[in-house]
């Protein structure tokens, strides 16, 4: 579904009563020093287990706000820790109406993949605005005092490789990606309610929607995942792209270029595989893995074609 945000300023109304919950997922936050992986982000004291996605996320709270430090996936394809240097800011703190906020982080991750060494470095900027204040309505619950929280994001993947095995790694390619999300919190007892994130070249078109809702009746609404929880594997991918998952088997799998078009598709099947040997892709690809007319799965996968 397309939902409009609204517009920005004080003394909105929100009337979002209509959203329909559809997968629902939970999500704790713990003490990081009980985590498996909290040798990976000693600076951290929250970590929170992404079960679906199978990646822990490591995030330091202070008096300044929300941050997230990293993450550890610990999928089949990937097993490795991801760090934010210096850490993507989740919320400032204070933060109100009008106050604006610049994050720039960076974080480099390196692997060896399907046999050819890679350095991928990951830019994220995120500008975060304060530009609207009023009543917010979701399904269950009326929040009379709301702050949203305007986040314009952009994303700069640079993938070097290692062509020869000699340790000395190339340029090879650039993708840029950029997204707007816009967020409620409600004030007080500060929380975080809704999010929907908009394209960024189309804000009438909906990417993404998240609902937190009252205790008692949790659920989220999101486009993008849900229980199933597949994976496609190896990444990166030369030959062929295997989908392991409780996936029906006339779930497809979907590849866009970076400005958005698609370049590839095919039926996942009963074998969960999709060859690509003479696809002809080279570089960083988008990834959608849909099934009943939802995307359940979406990613990043690098095809090494030469």
């Known amino acids: 579904m397309n939902i409009s945000p609204g517009n920005s300023g004080t003394g909105q109304v929100w009337d979002f009563t209509n959203l329909q919950v559809q997968p629902t997922d939970t999500i704790l936050f713990e003490d990081a020093s009980l985590s498996p992986y909290t040798g990976f982000f000693p600076g951290s004291n929250l970590v929170a287990h992404y079960k679906k996605d199978s990646v822990y996320g490591y995030y330091t709270t202070n008096q300044d706000g929300m941050f997230l ?11 490795a820790a991801f760090h934010y240097s210096p ?17 720039h982080a960076v974080a480099e991750f390196n692997s060896t993949g399907s046999g050819t060494a ?21 399904p269950g619950a009326v929040y009379s005092s709301t702050l949203r929280i305007n986040v314009r994001a952009t994303g700069i993947d640079s993938i070097f ?3 020869n095995g000699n340790g000395n790694f190339m340029f090879f390619s650039v993708t840029v ?33 998240e609902l937190n809702t009252p205790a008692g009746n949790p659920a ?3 486009e993008k995942g849900n229980s199933f929880a597949p994976e496609i594997f190896p990444n990166p991918a030369s030959d062929v792209i295997y989908v392991k998952g409780n996936i029906p088997e006339s779930a497809s ?33 988008y990834y ?15 095809i090494n074609n030469n």
């Open 69 to 79: 430090d990293g993450s550890y996936e610990t999928a089949s394809s990937v097993n």
């Open 87 to 103: 850490s993507v800011t989740v919320i400032p703190v204070p933060f109100s109406m009008g106050d604006t906020h610049l994050s």
């Open 118 to 138: 890679f350095k991928l470095i990951h830019h994220q900027i995120d500008t975060l605005s304060g530009d609207a204040t009023g009543v917010l309505k979701v």
């Open 161 to 163: 490789v290692d062509a």
């Open 177 to 209: 990606s950029r997204n707007v999300t816009y967020r409620w919190f409600k004030q007080g007892a500060p929380s975080y309610v809704l999010g929907i994130e908009v394209n960024f070249s189309n804000p009438s078109i909906t990417e993404r929607i």
């Open 220 to 222: 989220t609404v999101d």
């Open 253 to 285: 799998l979907e590849i866009f270029s970076p400005t958005g078009q698609k370049v590839m598709s095919g039926t996942i099947g009963g074998s969960k595989e999709v060859n690509i040997s003479r696809s002809g892709l080279n570089g960083l690809y």
């Open 288 to 302: 959608k893995i849909n099934s009943g007319g939802m995307v359940i799965k979406s990613g990043k996968i690098i």
